[in-house]
């Protein structure tokens, strides 16, 4: 079974940090792209940041340049979320996703492009 858990999350004030985790169990992620994306309390989903299977190609969100990386380890099947500078705007949970196809050339920035979702790890951030 396909499992996806976020970590990480929690109360910072602006201008502070997190990291966030994504560990992936029930198969081998390092064929297949991973993103983050966040949904804050009445808005819909929105798209965050996704990397390539190799971990070499990223694309982020403009809300997102500049302040957050993505990074993968394949070797721990994990996903990582850097979170600096953080505004209260970034308030949401923030779910990690896999992608539906192997080895996708594209790195997909919508939500439908994507087979496996975590749970969500709250992320707040304090004015």
């Known amino acids: 079974q396909v499992q996806l858990v976020e970590s990480g999350g929690g109360l910072v004030q602006a201008g502070g940090s997190l990291r966030l985790s994504c560990a992936a169990s029930?198969?081998?992620?390092?064929?297949?792209?991973m993103a983050w994306f966040r949904q804050a309390p009445g808005k819909d989903r929105e798209f965050v940041v996704v990397v390539s299977w190799g971990g070499s190609r990223t694309y982020y969100a403009d809300s997102a340049k500049g302040r957050f990386t993505i990074s993968r380890d394949n070797a721990k099947n994990t996903v990582y979320l850097q979170l600096n500078s953080l505004k209260p705007e970034d308030t949401a949970v923030y779910y990690c996703a896999v992608d539906s196809v192997f080895k996708r050339a594209v790195l997909a920035a919508g939500g439908a492009a994507y087979e496996y979702w975590g749970q969500g790890t709250q992320v707040t951030v304090s004015s």
């Open positions: 029930g198969r081998t992620f390092s064929t297949y792209n």
